[in-house]
């Protein structure tokens, strides 16, 4: 059974930093995605970024660029979100996601995914 469980959001200034964490279990495949995704109230849920093992490809929305940072460690069944120089439209629930057979330069539709962990918030008050 495959589990995501995510961890690390709270509350921060703009400008601050958040490290999330996302731990898997169950999950074996050798060639898949996985991404984190955020949803704020009244809104869609949104692509953020994704690493692809097969490919070794990170994808990243405009809207983190240079801000945010996807990193894996293989050792630990982890997936980590470093997010910097956080900004107040940043605040909403964040979700890990895994996925296999994700076409490249699709990695950051929710679509794609077919697991889930139960999100933390993230909230960033200017």
């Known amino acids: 059974q495959v589990q995501l469980v995510e961890s690390g959001g709270g509350s921060v200034q703009a400008g601050g930093s958040l490290r999330l964490s996302c731990a898997v279990s169950?999950?074996?495949?050798?060639?898949?995605?996985m991404g984190w995704f955020r949803q704020a109230p009244g809104k869609e849920r949104e692509g953020v970024t994704a690493?692809?093992?097969?490919?070794?490809?990170?994808y990243y929305a405009d809207s983190v660029k240079g801000r945010f940072t996807i990193s894996q460690d293989n050792a630990k069944n982890t997936l980590y979100l470093q997010m910097n120089s956080l900004e107040s439209e940043d605040t909403a629930m964040y979700y890990c996601?895994?996925?296999?057979?994700?076409?490249?330069?699709?990695?950051?539709?929710?679509?794609?995914?077919?697991?889930w962990g139960q999100g933390t918030q993230v909230t960033v008050s200017s």
């Open positions: 169950g999950y074996t495949y050798s060639s898949y995605c």
């Open positions: 996601a895994a996925g296999r057979w994700i076409p490249s330069g699709t990695a950051l539709q929710a679509r794609r995914y077919n697991y």
């Open positions: 690493i692809c093992i097969g490919s070794g490809n990170t």
